[in-house]
């Protein structure tokens, strides 16, 4: 029988309030260079700052380390005003230089431009005529100029890094930064601490410290927080129907379930190559038909994944961008949409050349029956009970289905070496990054290298496509071609996102008092595009006689005192292969 909740203990022995945050994923950075994961990026929005926020009420661009920023009249050059309030953690003051340095740096090292070199791809030149003043030449127009999410650096500190594609900035502390929080330690697959930054230029946040402690069993993380041992979790990345039924109505437990910012996909292998036109991995030979790919997305019945999987926590899938984000969201006309008809994918299957023998099972050009590897996460409950769905849907196909959990689906992915795989990103409220990665431009230099691609996907139209999406600032023109875009992937069939996840996550209102949404109304908590959850959160009162009227209000938006500042331009985490895991 478990003992009665206990309050969550939001002070250290020192006094101190610390906020302790659950979080599923472990960190594979935190060179900013180089993270990929969603709880690495969201680190790093708390340590740098970016030129560009995002408003926590609508996604707008609003102001960052810039306060405002102006193009040309043909818009190839782009003047940026930095604030001279913003001091790094070490006491120095943050200017433009370092932004040019950040930029140049990703520009003319590959290493630097693991993670974020899409950003810069399309930069002629980026100077610092004075410590307030940035300015980007561009080689072409660019759309994406108010949404460049790259964490901006210390110049001082990091120009004495000699390998970046090695270099994981995890031997000092305190890192320093000029975001809300400062990274004080930190113990691989174990927890990250930071420490408020009572100089940030908004604000100090109001808990003193900041813990993310790694749980690998989410429902150990689910009963740490009802012993009151973490305030928050987030879940895998969210949490399971069954997780968040238990804790609904538990005393001083808060479960938040708001629309998603993430996808779930499958994705196929469609032959791994790289730039340079080697090829290798040993994906199936059968995927690489397009036929195949449809027949087997028409053999996925959406609904009942919802319905029994998600357990109604999630929206049926269609198109790449999820619906929160309404101007870019597409969804495939009627006789264009692949709906569940399996006698039709049979079909597709026969005339594609893969027949069933004797025994009913389709076999291959090699004359071997058909059986798909399928790269699942270990730690995601969802994607073991969609994968046994799988393995009955296309059984009756004839194609066989063996899942591939494991605790780290980084390497077999970077290798080629899987049939098909489990795919989630966090799109941000401007789409440029999720669809770059699908560019032939972020596949592999070679096949030692890693590039910025999600899936080996490289097609000419879809190129094209981005191209031109990328360079309109019409708002309207551009949202039509990024629909574009969607509908090419989808009629490719490298992508089969199967349900948009809500974003489940649960609290103890006897810690945290109030935390900011994103956005404002039915938003998310932990993984925003921004700052605006653990900067805003407010400890709970210690008082103990208050404790349980204090719990029942619960209040949820952005403190008071925030001025959030306007700016020009358009909107946008998620990150690489980690947001497979969440990949953002």
């Given at each position: 029988?478990n003992?009665?909740?206990?309050?969550?203990q939001?002070?250290?022995?020192?006094g101190?309030d610390?906020?302790?945050v659950?979080v599923?994923?472990s960190?594979d950075?935190?060179?900013?260079?180089?993270?990929?994961r969603?709880?690495?990026?969201s680190?790093h929005?708390?340590?740098?700052?970016?030129l560009t926020?995002y408003?926590p009420?609508d996604?707008?661009?609003?102001?960052?380390?810039?306060?405002?920023?102006?193009p040309?009249a043909d818009k190839?050059t782009w003047?940026y005003?930095i604030?001279?309030?913003s001091?790094?953690s070490?006491?120095?003051?943050?200017?433009?230089e370092?932004?040019?340095?950040?930029?140049?740096?990703?520009m003319?090292?590959?290493?630097a431009?693991?993670a974020?070199?899409?950003?810069?791809?399309?930069?002629?030149?980026?100077t610092a005529?004075?410590p307030?003043?940035l300015?980007i030449e561009?080689?072409?127009p660019?759309?994406?100029?108010?949404a460049l999410?790259?964490?901006?650096?210390?110049?001082h500190?990091?120009e004495?890094v000699?390998d970046?594609?090695?270099?994981?900035?995890?031997k000092?502390?305190?890192?320093?930064?000029?975001?809300p929080f400062?990274?004080?330690d930190?113990?691989?697959d174990?927890?990250?601490r930071?420490k408020a930054?009572?100089?940030?230029w908004r604000?100090a946040?109001?808990f003193?410290?900041l813990?993310?402690?790694?749980?690998k069993?989410?429902?150990?993380?689910?009963?740490?927080?009802r012993?009151?041992?973490?305030s928050f979790?987030?879940?895998?990345?969210?949490?399971?129907p069954?997780q968040?039924a238990?804790l609904?109505?538990?005393?001083?437990?808060?479960v938040?379930d708001?629309?998603?910012?993430?996808?779930?996909a499958?994705?196929?292998?469609?032959g791994?190559?790289?730039?340079?036109g080697?090829?290798f991995?040993?994906?199936?030979?059968?995927?690489?038909?397009?036929q195949?790919?449809?027949?087997?997305?028409?053999?996925?019945?959406?609904k009942t994944?919802i319905?029994k999987?998600?357990?109604?926590?999630?929206?049926?899938?269609?198109?790449?961008?999820?619906p929160?984000f309404s101007?870019?969201h597409?969804?495939p006309?009627d006789?264009?949409k692949?709906?569940?008809a399996?006698?039709k994918a049979n079909q597709?299957?026969d005339?594609a050349?893969y027949?069933?023998n004797?025994?009913?099972?389709?076999?291959?050009?090699?004359?071997?029956?058909?059986?798909y590897?399928?790269?699942c996460?270990?730690t995601?409950?969802?994607?073991?009970?969609v994968g046994?769905y799988?393995?009955e849907?296309?059984g009756?196909?004839g194609?066989?289905v063996?899942?591939?959990?494991?605790?780290n689906?980084t390497d077999?992915?970077l290798?080629?070496?899987?049939d098909?795989?489990?795919?989630g990103?966090?799109v941000?409220p401007?789409?440029?990054?999720?669809?770059s990665i699908h560019?032939?431009?972020?596949l592999?230099?070679?096949p030692?290298?890693?590039?910025a691609t999600d899936?080996?996907?490289?097609?000419?139209?879809?190129?094209e496509?981005y191209?031109k999406?990328?360079?309109?600032?019409?708002a309207?023109?551009?949202a039509d071609?990024v629909?574009q875009?969607?509908?090419?992937l989808?009629d490719?069939g490298?992508?089969?996102?199967m349900a948009?996840?809500?974003a489940?996550?649960?609290?103890?209102?006897?810690?945290i008092?109030?935390i900011t949404?994103m956005?404002r109304?039915?938003?998310n908590?932990?993984?925003?595009?921004?700052?605006?959850?653990?900067?805003s959160a407010?400890?709970a009162?210690v008082?103990?006689?208050?404790?349980e009227?204090?719990s029942?209000g619960v209040?949820i938006?952005?403190?008071?005192?925030?001025?959030?500042l306007?700016?020009?331009?358009?909107?946008?985490g998620?990150r690489?292969r980690?947001?497979?895991?969440d990949?953002?």
């Open positions: 029988m003992p009665a909740p206990q309050r969550a939001a002070a250290a022995d020192d101190k610390v906020l302790t659950a599923a994923q960190v950075s935190l060179s900013p260079f180089l993270a990929t969603l709880v690495s990026t680190i929005r708390l340590m740098y700052e970016y926020n408003d009420k996604n707008r661009a609003i102001p960052g380390l810039a306060t405002k920023w102006e040309s190839l003047t005003t604030r001279d309030n001091k790094w070490d006491g120095k003051q943050a200017t433009a370092d932004a040019a340095w950040t930029f140049n740096k990703m003319t090292d590959d290493g431009a693991t974020n070199g899409s950003f810069v791809a399309n930069f002629r030149e980026v005529p004075s307030t003043k300015v561009l080689k072409k660019q759309a994406t100029m108010a999410d790259v964490p901006i650096v210390p110049k500190v990091w004495h000699g970046f594609s090695k270099f994981n900035n995890d000092t502390y305190p890192i320093v930064g000029n975001g400062v990274v004080t930190y113990a691989p174990s927890f990250v930071l930054n009572t100089s940030f604000g946040p109001k003193d410290e813990v993310l402690r790694y749980y069993d989410q429902d150990a993380a689910v009963a740490a927080l012993k009151g041992e973490v979790v987030a879940g895998a990345p969210a949490l399971t069954a968040a238990s609904e109505g538990e005393e001083n437990i808060k938040n708001a629309p998603g910012r993430r996808f779930y499958l994705a196929t292998n469609p791994a190559r790289a730039k340079n080697e090829k991995g040993d994906g199936h030979e059968s995927l690489l038909d397009q195949v790919r449809q027949a087997l997305f028409m053999a996925v019945d959406r994944i319905d999987v998600f357990q109604g926590y999630a929206v049926e899938g269609e198109g790449y961008i999820p929160r101007t870019y597409w969804e006309a006789g264009q692949l709906s569940y399996p006698d597709l299957l005339e050349g027949k069933k004797a025994d009913g099972k389709r076999v291959g050009k090699d004359g071997k029956p058909i059986n590897r399928i790269l996460h270990a995601d409950p969802q994607d073991k009970a046994k799988l393995q849907w296309w009756e196909l194609i066989g063996t899942l591939n959990c494991l605790d689906v077999p992915w290798a080629g070496e899987y098909l795989a489990f795919d990103w966090s941000n401007d789409p440029d990054f999720v669809l560019t032939c431009a972020a592999p230099a070679t030692k290298d890693t590039g899936n080996f996907i490289c097609d000419k139209r879809y190129d496509l191209g999406q990328l360079a309109e600032y019409d309207a023109k551009r071609l629909k875009l969607q509908s090419r989808y490719t490298y992508m089969n996102v948009y996840p809500n489940v996550e649960a609290y103890r209102t006897d810690q008092e109030s949404t956005p109304q039915a938003g908590i932990y993984g925003q595009d921004g700052y605006w959850s653990w900067w407010t400890p009162a008082d103990e006689a208050s404790e009227s204090s029942a209040i938006g952005i403190v008071a005192g925030v001025v959030v306007a700016g020009v331009g358009s909107f946008f998620m690489r980690a947001s497979a895991e990949r953002e």
